[in-house]
């Protein structure tokens, strides 16, 4: 988890069916130390994920989060919308290797997570396998900005 440490505060969002994933997440990183932001929902009533995953986007897109964390029933409709987003780089995982992986690889900048797919316990895990994960750069950041220009298309 060096690579978060002393960093600004991760962004969290939820809908209605991530509304209690998100809060065990945001427990979590508050016992690791790490600063969140949380732009709603704030609780379980119906809601629309879009509202909630533009909040988180637009912290990220105007650099006062490096991160979010977006979590929905399946995580699939916060990753559509977070991925409409100019300059995000959402993934939806649900297991570790892919959410370490997507941050060394693709630069990801939102881990999207389903709060009806995955449990808290192994929420925390791919939190941490995201969060622990540096960029690589090198032969990826041309594979990156190829992906970056299809927003212009």
């Known amino acids: ?4 440490k002393n ?3 991760i962004a969290l969002a939820a809908d209605h069916g991530g509304y209690e994933l998100k809060e065990a997440i945001k427990s979590h990183l508050a016992d690791l130390g ?6 709603g ?3 379980p009533e119906s809601c629309d994920y879009p509202d909630f995953a533009a909040r988180a986007c637009k912290a990220v897109q105007q650099g ?3 991160f979010a964390i977006l979590c929905c029933g399946t995580g699939v409709g ?4 977070a991925n409409k987003m100019h ?3 959402a993934c939806c995982c649900s297991d570790s290797f892919s959410a370490e992986f997507t941050r060394r690889h693709n630069d990801a900048n939102a881990l999207c997570l389903g709060g009806r797919v995955v449990g808290s316990g192994l929420a925390c895990t791919i939190v941490d396998a995201f969060l622990g994960a540096a960029y690589e750069g090198g032969r990826h950041q041309r594979r990156v900005d190829k992906m970056m ?3 212009n298309q």
């Open 78 to 81: 916060m990753s559509m919308c």
């Open 34 to 39: 790490l600063a969140a932001e949380d732009y």
């Open 7 to 9: 960093q600004k505060p």
């Open 41 to 43: 929902t704030f609780g």
């Open 87 to 89: 300059g995000i780089r």
């Open 64 to 66: 006062s989060s490096d």
């Open 1 to 4: 988890m060096s690579e978060t």
């Open 149 to 151: 220009a299809l927003e």
